[in-house]
């Protein structure tokens, strides 16, 4: 099946500082969807984006297919912004998730 | 939009019991919803695909006789959990799959702490 990398595995930030998740994946995908999951579990999606680049508040992505990567942009980290952050690709009709990026913002 | 309902949040049972997981989907129809398990601090990994109006197809290594999975209605599909041992215990997320964007979105139910003693 499709092979997902996520890095880092863990990214330890202070308030206010930007940062960037990385996604690679191993074959061609029908979509990508970036998730972060909160401490209680839920999964929230954050983009859906097979390519381009798309922009929600203080996050961003960009997924360039033919290269077969995508990347997530955190800016002004805040203290809400913990969690895990997962990549997950759509190839046929399932979805395969990465490893996953834990994500720590400090005061 | 696209809310996907999952209950219990959490549930503790004995050895030997059979637990119930729900997953509704609340404003929109889902032919096909997906069952994911996750161990703590590791990745979501598929279980099955619960299609409606017929059997579940489930991945490799996961016993269809112990997760037992129906899906009777275009917004409910359920998973049991048959006989549960202490191994069992994990987080259970179900997901709902839609159109978006001309191609396939998902949404999450809020998953379901697991926990047989």
């Known amino acids: 099946g499709i092979q997902v990398e996520q890095s880092p595995p863990d990214l330890i930030l202070q308030e206010g500082a930007n940062s960037t998740l990385r996604c690679n994946f191993s074959?061609?995908?029908?979509?990508l969807q970036w998730f972060h999951q909160n401490p209680w579990g839920q999964l929230i999606n954050l983009f859906y984006?097979?390519?381009g680049t798309k922009q929600n508040g203080r996050l961003s992505a960009t997924t360039v297919a033919t290269e077969r990567y995508s990347l997530l942009y955190i800016s002004s980290s805040q203290t809400t912004d913990s969690g895990v952050y997962f990549c997950a690709v759509l190839n046929d009709y399932k979805l395969s998730f990465g490893a996953g990026t834990t994500v720590t913002v400090r005061a | 939009g696209a809310v996907v309902s999952q209950h219990p949040s959490w549930v503790i049972c004995k050895s030997g019991t059979s637990v119930k997981i729900e997953c509704r989907s609340l404003d929109f129809q889902a032919t096909t919803m997906f069952w994911y398990r996750q161990f703590p601090k590791q990745s979501l990994m598929l279980m099955a695909t619960?299609?409606?109006?017929?059997?579940?197809?489930?991945e490799q290594g996961v016993e269809k006789d112990k997760f037992l999975i129906n899906h009777a209605s275009l917004t409910l599909s359920t998973l049991t959990v048959t006989s549960a041992h202490p191994e069992d215990s994990s987080f259970y997320i179900c997901s709902a799959r839609r159109i978006v964007l001309a191609n396939y979105g998902y949404t999450f139910g809020s998953g379901t702490r697991l926990t047989v003693v």
């Open positions: 074959d061609s995908v029908n979509n």
């Open positions: 619960s299609n409606e109006g017929s059997k579940a197809t489930y």
């Open positions: 984006i097979p390519s």
